[in-house]
């Protein structure tokens, strides 16, 4: 009888170590994962090689408070889902940061927020916030999602250094 259990025990001891050393595959990027390494690339295509695209946490908190204000039918107050400092008329250091919505962003309008998808990836890459000549001043960004209801939305910060002229 004490064979037996001891047998057990190493078998179950076996078998335990063998699970842990199993692979459980690679893991998969989420949306949201996807979304941000794309739009890295695309920003960093437009900028010198030796100075990519920093990410910073400047504006990641008051991203977050805004996206847990997308109720449950994917609405939001405009006013909510945006902030942005502008310097000068669009040639001096600015930044903003905006949640994924139609173009139409009226202060006090309620939106919908874009809800990220495979399909809709790339129609929302760094030329839907800024003109694609000006892509080189981006020097900083952020991205924040929020999963609600299997449904990814989005919040982006960046941030323009002063324009060369």
């Keep these: 009888m004490k064979k037996t259990r001891r047998f057990v025990a190493l078998l179950l001891a076996a078998v335990l170590a063998l699970a842990l050393f199993t692979a459980c595959g690679a893991a998969q990027l989420t949306i ?4 941000e390494k794309w739009f890295v690339e695309q920003l960093n295509s437009k900028r010198p090689a030796d100075k990519p695209v920093q990410k910073v946490d400047v504006k990641h908190s008051d991203m977050m408070v805004a996206l847990a204000k997308i109720s449950e039918d994917g609405k939001f107050k405009a006013r909510d889902g945006r902030d942005h400092e502008a310097n000068g008329y669009g ?3 600015s930044w903003y940061w905006m949640i994924l919505s139609g173009r139409d962003t009226s202060a006090d309008k309620t939106v919908d927020a874009v809800v990220l998808t495979p399909e809709n ?10 003109d694609e000549q000006q892509l ?8 924040v999602t929020r999963v609600m209801d299997d449904k990814t939305y989005v919040a982006v910060y960046l941030h323009l250094e002063e324009a060369k002229i």
């Design 121 to 130: 990836l790339t129609q929302y890459g760094p030329v839907y916030f800024i």
């Design 91 to 93: 040639f001096g250091e």
């Design 32 to 35: 949201g994962e996807e979304y």
């Design 136 to 143: 080189y001043r981006i020097d900083e960004y952020d991205i």
